[in-house]
């Protein structure tokens, strides 16, 4: 095995020679034939032909309380019904991300649609059948439902990458005596991630063996939140994800399914498939929380921030640590040297809170970028030349060096291509009949992650390269640019390097999340591919930096050798890894962007179209163009939906999510995204990894909501503090010598 740890930037590189031409270039998916012809097999499409049983979950009916009794008779009677899973060990939600295992139910009713049995059946028809005759008696208590109710009972809490409190110098003084104060309350809903594919299990037991085949992002933690919920060890579970639709965080724990299905399989003595319907996905997996954010900056009459704070507040279940990390961008975007960045955690009896795609920048940046705009105003400023003027030299709460930073250039590039300079100067100026129209941007900020990641990289005498990694590929491109690097080192044809994923007998990956999936399993691949170089070299008796690899040939000292002729019929196999080291506490890392939108607002009804939309980022080497912009497109569409229309809404008097389904739960569809715009600049980041890239999956949606409202606000005067945006909000919000010019 070959380990590299990152202490030191990292020079130049094989895949800056780029031999074969192919790294950072927009190559189409490896798996894209499979996926668009049906054949790439999801989890639930396993097994086929084989006898197996269906399972499907019985919810909770109330939002908190005891359970008295689960009586199972009527069902274990009815036709075709194999087995009925139930007690006290059923999870009652997904796990958190890396946790030890999910939360198990104990006799209590944590929260609404919360999982109390599952009913197994030779169809799911008779499953679905069997499970509405399950009978459930409660002893109801009364539940918190409502943040803004528990927000005065908000507690310091811990997650591994933020702070309940980041402070630094006396923010409260500085802010007493800063020239031009500012002070606003925003409040964001409740999101939920509404992957495409829901969370859905096959398992099946061979003696004490356990196969499971999920929806799951992270399979090293994964698998042992199974096994822990099956209550077996861990080397008895093999866990498989080659082909996920979609997770955004939703996936990083296991689903109840898992577990479930595994717990059915045992008990009806054959395989068991279990699929969560879109309305359990909802009420019994995990979702973004609700918050509460105030922001108060003070600044001087010039525009230079003195005093900044940013304070949170949000939900989740009884026993879940997590917060949402609203104000993970505000502790390094902008200058001010009295700083407090706060979150402070309430609990509620509703699904769990988790990680959503950019988790804390996605509803933070809402909020902050908002605030930016409105003291911008305040100041007399244009957006950006506010923003510009508060542009930190150094990460502003410890004076760590940044290893590159390119947010200015990203402002500078977007506010030339978008045409920033014809921005109308004051709101309800601009018409097009009888739409409003209207100028906004926003920065993007996430901050970069290198996580532990192997991989091994075969090399077979037919001068074939295999890449095996548990990495996964929830959609976005983790396939494709692993072959990709594999190419670009070894000197190989994109048709002569074969990828193999998702699965926990593979070397172990960092997964997919956090931003992290590609830098941290790609450096595992370049890792690997270094030693099989050395291996090479060695063998022509030549230095590795004299080394060419080309189209399958070794090139050195005027020789040009076939691979087949130095492997002589035996193939190399090397487990490269790669760790992150002191780089990582040296530098501040982090990817940047800006987002400029111009919007039409209706006059007479309040709608909002968004018109045009670019997204500039600099998140460094970009390892494939195609897939790197689809994924800004996703975060854009996504940031879309959080201004506008995306709410996932609490029955406040019983728990209840009201509207858990994609017919009520409304994400942006296709008439509602206008053609979208990205531009990637060039960038390398020596410290971050040694590809010299870093996250842009996350970076895509940071932002975006904040640049929409701004430009609805410019085009109507509309300014609306609790999102989404939606048109009641905007005509209330509308001054009136605008609506009455309408």
């Known amino acids: 095995m070959n380990t590299h740890v990152m202490d030191k930037a990292i020079g130049e590189t094989r895949l800056d020679r780029e031999t074969q031409g192919v790294i950072g270039k927009p190559v189409d998916r490896y798996e894209g034939p499979l996926k668009v012809s049906g054949t790439a097999p999801y989890a639930y499409e396993q097994l086929k032909g084989e006898e197996v049983g269906y399972g499907f979950v019985v919810t909770a009916g109330i939002g908190k309380g005891k359970i008295v009794s689960v009586d199972t008779l009527a069902a274990i009677s009815a036709p075709g019904v194999l087995a009925v899973v139930e007690g006290d060990k059923v999870v009652r939600a997904s796990a958190q991300p890396m946790s030890a295992g999910a939360q198990t139910i104990d006799g209590q009713v944590f929260h609404y649609g919360q999982p109390v049995a599952m009913v197994v059946a030779k169809s799911f028809e008779q499953a679905r059948h069997a499970a509405k005759l399950v009978t459930i008696e409660y002893d109801a208590a009364e539940g918190r439902y ?172 009884p026993g879940n640590g997590f917060f949402e990390p609203a104000g993970i961008s505000s502790v390094f975007l902008y200058a001010g040297k009295d700083r407090k960045i706060t979150h402070r955690l309430c609990e509620t009896d509703v699904l769990m809170t988790s990680a959503v795609r950019a988790p804390g920048e996605a509803v933070g940046m809402l909020a902050l970028e908002n605030a930016m705009d409105e003291m911008a105003e305040q100041l007399g400023l244009d957006p950006v030349e506010f923003r510009k003027r508060n542009e930190p030299e150094v990460a502003p709460q410890d004076d760590t060096p940044f290893s590159s930073r390119m947010l200015v250039d990203c402002y500078d590039e977007g506010a030339k291509l978008f045409g920033w300079d014809k921005r109308p100067v004051k709101p309800g100026t601009v018409r097009d009949g009888e739409w409003l129209i209207g100028y906004g941007m926003a920065s993007a900020s996430r901050a970069n992650s290198l996580m532990k990641s192997s991989a091994e990289v075969e090399l077979s005498p037919d001068g074939r390269a295999t890449v095996r990694t548990a990495m996964t590929d929830i959609g976005t491109g983790t396939y494709t640019i692993l072959q990709q690097i594999a190419a670009e080192m070894l000197g190989l044809p994109l048709d002569r390097v074969d990828v193999v994923l998702g699965d926990t007998s593979l070397p172990p990956s960092a997964g997919s999340g956090g931003s992290w999936g590609a830098n941290s399993a790609g450096s595992s691949v370049y890792v690997a591919c270094e030693e099989l170089i050395g291996t090479l070299a060695k063998r022509l008796g030549v230095d590795a930096d004299g080394l060419t ?66 997204t500039v980022a600099a998140a460094g080497r970009i390892l494939n163009e195609k897939t790197a912009k689809s994924q800004c497109y996703g975060g854009q569409i996504w940031g879309i939906g959080s201004a ?51 996250g842009i999956g996350e970076l895509a949606l940071a932002g975006v909501g904040a640049a929409v409202t701004n430009a609805i606000y410019n085009a109507c005067g509309a300014r609306v503090r609790s999102y989404p945006m939606t048109l009641d909000k905007v005509l209330a919000g509308m001054p009136d010598e605008i609506a009455d010019a309408a």
């Not at 040009?560 to 019929?569: F, K, M, N, R, V």
């Open 146 to 317: 409502d943040l803004a109710k528990e927000q005065h009972k908000g507690v310091p809490s811990m997650r591994g990458d933020m702070s309940s409190d980041t402070t630094r110098g006396n923010f409260d003084k500085a802010y007493e005596k800063a020239e031009v104060k500012f002070d606003q309350t925003y409040t964001t809903p409740s999101h939920h991630s509404a992957a495409m594919e829901p969370q859905a299990t096959v398992a099946k037991w061979e003696g004490d063996q356990l196969t499971v085949w999920s929806s799951c992002q992270l399979l090293e933690t994964n698998v042992q939140q199974i096994a822990k919920g099956v209550g077996v060890p861990v080397k008895n579970v093999r866990l498989l994800s080659p082909y996920i639709g979609g997770g955004f965080g939703n996936k990083l724990g296991i689903g109840p399914d898992a577990v479930l299905a595994a717990l059915g399989a045992k008990a009806a003595g054959r395989p068991v498939k279990l699929a969560l319907t879109r309305q359990t996905v909802f009420q019994a997996t995990s979702r973004r929380s609700e918050t509460i954010q105030r922001i108060r900056l003070g600044a001087t009459k010039d525009g230079h921030i003195t005093a900044f704070a940013h304070e949170t507040w949000a939900a989740n279940s």
């Open 549 to 614: 690899l080309k189209d399958g040939f070794a090139i050195a000292g005027n020789r040009q050798i076939p691979y087949s002729e130095i492997l002589a019929g035996e193939s190399l196999s090397v487990v490269g890894t790669i760790e992150p080291g002191k780089t990582s506490d040296k530098t501040h890392q982090a990817s940047y962007g800006a987002h400029f939108c111009e919007v039409g607002v209706n006059s007479v009804t309040g709608e909002t179209r968004v018109r045009r939309l670019l």
């Open 644 to 694: 506008l229309t995306e709410e996932l809404v609490t029955d406040k008097r019983t728990g209840l999510l009201v509207n858990h389904d994609l017919a009520e739960y409304h994400v942006p569809v296709n008439l509602d995204i206008p053609q979208l715009e990205v531009v990637l600049l060039e960038e390398r980041d020596p410290h971050a990894s040694p590809l010299a890239g870093k």
